[in-house]
């Protein structure tokens, strides 16, 4: 974890923000079996290429988690996205939470997946992020695997109370873990008030939250020296897309503000400057 002795100033804030994209489909979290995978079209050639059009036009870095089989279903968009520099990594193979799953599940998941996106994107991609941010207490082991694989990070934690996800005891800031501490995890960032760490940056939050409270939080992390790191979905940027037969609380968790995320992701991307995970990480020399 990220420490500083009183009275040391704060790191240049420079390069202290992260970007992260989720390519998921926009039906992740309702249809996530293999079997169930084609129930709805893919809206993945929609969201995705608006997304890179936008970060190009802002000048902007970001890292990449793709699921396997949308980089087997996908390959010329995985390829765009590694060709406009941003970097890669992987999402698992299929949008299923880590719960309930055993090490030789995940460690085989992992293995087609970041096959499937080496393969399609031409470039490395041994950085991971869970799906549902589900690298809790209760799967703890997952980082293992991830460090006996050779993976350079993890970004799976979500340090928050929340009904779905969340593992509220794990640090809030970059640190080392898996059992050989060759692993490096960077938290979703949250900012404290009082006893409570509270969520910001990314998903169901960039959308419902002004953005002053997001550039708020944010500068409030760089003015003490610390990294941040955000989280967007391509289908964000898809105001078309068809609604969800979920219930009421998921439909509205995934659908708030959503015809205006790419007014607000812009603004946020022309105010404040984002790179990728890996050299924020790079950076602040964890």
């Keep these: ?45 929609l969201g995705l290429p608006r997304l890179l059009d936008l ?29 406009a520099g941003h970097e890669m990594g992987v999402h698992d193979d ?9 090490e030789h599940d995940f460690r085989e998941s992992v293995k087609k997946a970041l096959d499937s996106v080496e393969q399609a994107s031409g470039t490395d991609a041994k950085r991971f992020r869970a799906p549902c ?4 207490g209760r799967t703890l082991w997952a980082l293992d695997v991830l460090e006996d694989m050779g993976f350079e990070f993890d970004s799976s934690v979500f340090p928050v109370h929340n009904p779905r996800y969340g593992f509220p005891q794990a640090p809030r800031f970059p640190y080392r873990t898996g059992r050989g501490g060759r692993l490096v995890e960077f938290p ?4 404290r008030i009082g006893p ?40 964000e940027l898809d105001r078309d897309q068809p609604s969800l037969p979920g219930g009421v609380l998921y439909r509205m968790r995934h659908g708030f503000e959503f015809g205006d995320t790419s007014r607000k992701l812009e603004a946020l991307l022309r105010c404040m400057r984002f790179t990728t995970a890996g050299r924020v990480l790079a950076k602040v020399g964890v």
């Design 188 to 191: 979703i960032s949250t900012v």
């Design 55 to 83: 970060l190009e036009s802002t000048d902007t870095s970001a890292t990449f988690f793709v699921l396997g089989h949308v980089a087997r279903e996908h390959p010329e968009l995985i390829r765009r996205i590694a060709e």
């Design 94 to 102: 299929y949008h299923l939470p880590l719960w309930g799953r055993c």
């Design 133 to 136: 941010f589900s690298v809790d």
């Design 1 to 45: 974890m990220i420490s500083r002795q009183p009275g040391v100033p704060p790191r240049d804030s420079e390069g202290l923000l992260a970007l992260s994209v989720d390519v998921e489909e926009w039906y992740a979290g309702i249809t996530d079996l293999p079997s169930d995978v084609g129930t709805w079209p893919s809206r993945m050639d």
């Design 196 to 235: 409570v760490n509270i969520p910001f940056s990314g998903g169901f939050y960039l959308r419902a939250l002004p953005l002053t409270v997001i550039t708020a939080c944010l500068k409030s992390l760089l003015s003490r020296g610390f990294p941040g790191i955000c989280y967007v979905h391509p289908w």
